[in-house]
């Protein structure tokens, strides 16, 4: 089957500074994936072209075979690391907003997991704190069924008893159709949660492999692995 | 999926105009009710009273169109280039409808700002005759439109407002392309689309420079000049249409090429 | 009984032997029919994938099998539990000496003990 994700020497350059440098990438469907690395490694370059927000400088990423565009967005379901929504709007407003446009939203996945999280859909995003709007971002991207999920720093800013529920939903999304890639820096919260990691440094591809492989080969967690890789 | 886009667009710009335009025309019963106080009465406490309402009336007309031009600018900066942007652009839309939403939505708000305020003022000056006077008006400047210029005054009113539209259009494209362009810049991005306006308005400066050289350069033989005198005014309208129409369209394809292919989100 | 991980050792290894620690001890009755995949992918919070490979291999040795419609069970085969049982009972013991031994006593000493904190916790 094809691969959801490939990337082929994959370069982007901004004037004379090289963030990504000849990435050869392949992400198979069913698979969860870390995309680890520290700041300044690539990691969001990366997400953003598979988004089709930045274009190559050399090279090509193929989603499920085709360049990033309408197609690949269809199927392809985003949560940046950023608040991106319209704060006039009510959550219930949203709610309809991405049921227009995507055809594979859910919103009745969406209404449950905001009664599970005690978010009333009438509120206005700009009434809600920081972090319920990021919950309600998860709750939107989630509620997709997409091939790929591309989830930047899913956990970041969010207290411990939400970031499992968070993980709880990637797990009970899960489906051997679909791929997730979770590109953050809190490694030990998510580790048991990834079939596979990819470590990147200066752009590069620095290491891929599964986690049971590294645990099992390097006899240590992929935290403590981090740890000695990029060492400061 | 382009009417989709409008319609949110429309909603979310909506909240700012539709309450400027109720007051608008709140104050504009107002002030026709103390004209004809005024009229009647002289007392200073109500004069000064109207005063402050007229002003009132005057500063919301202004702030109607300072917040056209604002809103323009800021939807297409902030919806598309802000944070916002990461989701306008991860849809599944081609870059060109969400320029073309943004396009059409400025416009329309800016024709309707218009409507709003002529509406206003018929309110304020309303008396019984008031539309028959607009209508025989409307057909004097018409008669003598076609008594200078030998043309239908009706077809000069109808290509002077399609005149009017894409010189909006072209302003307003001009602004989307200097922004675009600006944004690809890693800093300044503010300073860049500024730059960029000041270049593009230039360029055109010179470009209309050189058609009017051209066109006065072209050795008329007064005859034929006299003869054809009254397709003239109709030649230059057209004229503008044209140059207008393809100002837009290249600086909707360079914005479209830029957003398209050198998008720089933060 | 919660489910707990070291970070260093595959995940797919700890839940083996958890699931069959809960298999011995009753926790999963023999017979019974387990969770779904998914399910128990989320209750232990990791990835299905993992949770597959360990069910997966719990079926190669017979303590679980699998209904081709209606998922797992556990095995009915009360000796097979109780030998799994014993070698997991048997491995606790002989790590427990080992340790001992290494803290320089020797194994009367360690039954000694034994004895004495069993009496204790009984109490």
């Known amino acids: 089957m094809n691969p959801i994700l490939e990337c082929k020497s994959l370069t982007k350059k901004y004037g004379n500074t090289g963030a990504l440098s000849n990435i050869d990438l392949t992400i198979q469907r069913g698979r969860i994936v870390g995309l680890l690395g520290p700041n300044g490694s690539g990691k969001s370059t990366l997400i953003k072209l598979a988004n089709g927000l930045l274009t190559p400088t050399g090279g090509e990423i193929l989603i499920n075979g085709s360049y990033p565009g309408i197609e690949t967005k269809k199927i392809v379901s985003y949560l940046p690391e950023r608040t991106y929504l319209n704060d006039w709007m009510s959550v219930k407003e949203v709610i309809d907003f991405f049921k227009d446009f995507y055809s594979n939203f859910k919103p009745d996945k969406a209404y449950e997991m905001l009664e599970r999280l005690a978010i009333n859909p009438n509120d206005k995003l700009k009434t809600l704190s920081k972090g319920t709007k990021e919950k309600v971002q998860l709750i939107l991207v989630m509620s997709r069924e997409a091939d790929l999920y591309l989830l930047d720093e899913p956990i970041g800013g969010v207290d411990p008893a939400a970031r499992d529920y968070i993980l709880n939903t990637i797990i009970n999304n899960y489906n051997e159709k679909a791929a997730v890639v979770i590109s953050t820096h809190l490694i030990a919260d998510i580790e048991s949660v990834l079939d596979d990691v990819v470590f990147l440094a200066n752009g590069k591809v620095a290491l891929t492999e599964s986690v049971d492989e590294i645990r099992e080969k390097q006899g240590k967690s992929i935290d403590g692995l981090f740890r000695e890789v990029f060492k400061c | 999926m382009l009417g989709k886009l409008l319609k949110y667009e429309v909603k979310s710009t909506a909240r700012i105009f539709l309450p400027l335009y109720a007051s608008l025309l709140i104050f504009a019963v107002i002030n026709n009710i103390f004209i004809r106080i005024n009229g009647e009465n002289n007392k200073l406490v109500i004069s000064i009273i109207s005063g402050i309402s007229i002003a009132a009336y005057v500063f919301i007309i202004i702030a109607i169109f300072v917040f056209t031009l604002f809103v323009m600018i800021q939807r297409f900066y902030k919806n598309l280039l802000g944070d916002e942007g990461y989701l306008m652009f991860t849809l599944p839309v081609k870059t060109g409808e969400n320029i073309i939403t943004k396009l059409l939505a400025s416009m329309m708000w800016v024709i309707i700002s218009v409507i709003v305020t002529l509406l206003s003022i018929i309110i304020i000056s309303y008396n019984d005759n008031i539309f028959i006077s607009i209508l025989n008006d409307l057909s004097k400047i018409s008669l003598e439109i076609n008594n200078v210029f030998g043309i239908s005054g009706y077809l000069f009113f109808a290509e002077a407002f399609i005149a009017i539209i894409m010189t909006l259009a072209t302003s307003i494209l001009m602004v989307y392309a200097s922004i675009a362009t600006g944004q690809m810049l890693n800093r300044h991005k503010l300073l860049g689309a500024f730059g960029a306006y000041l270049a593009f308005n230039m360029i055109m400066q010179i470009i209309v420079s050189i058609i009017v050289v051209i066109a006065s350069a072209i050795e008329l033989n007064t005859v034929i000049l006299m003869e054809y005198k009254n397709t003239i005014p109709h030649l230059i309208i057209i004229g503008i249409i044209f140059f207008n129409l393809t100002f837009t369209a290249i600086y909707y394809i360079i914005t479209n090429l830029i957003l398209s292919r050198r998008l720089n989100l933060e | ?123």
């Open chain 3, 1 to 123: 009984m919660g489910w707990k991980f070291k970070a260093d050792r595959p995940i797919y290894t700890q839940l083996v032997e958890q699931i069959e620690l809960r298999i011995v001890s009753g926790m999963y009755s023999p017979g019974s029919k387990l969770p779904s995949v998914r399910d128990l992918a989320a209750e232990a919070s990791v990835n299905p994938n993992t949770m597959q490979k360990a069910l997966a291999e719990l079926e190669q040795n017979g303590l679980l099998y699998a209904q081709r419609t209606s998922g797992r069970y556990i095995t009915e085969d009360e000796k097979m539990i109780l030998k799994v049982k014993d070698t997991i009972a048997l491995e606790e013991i002989k790590s427990f000496l080992q340790k001992m031994s290494e803290l320089g006593f020797n194994s009367q000493d360690t039954i000694y003990l034994i004895e004495s904190v069993a009496k204790e916790m009984t109490k």
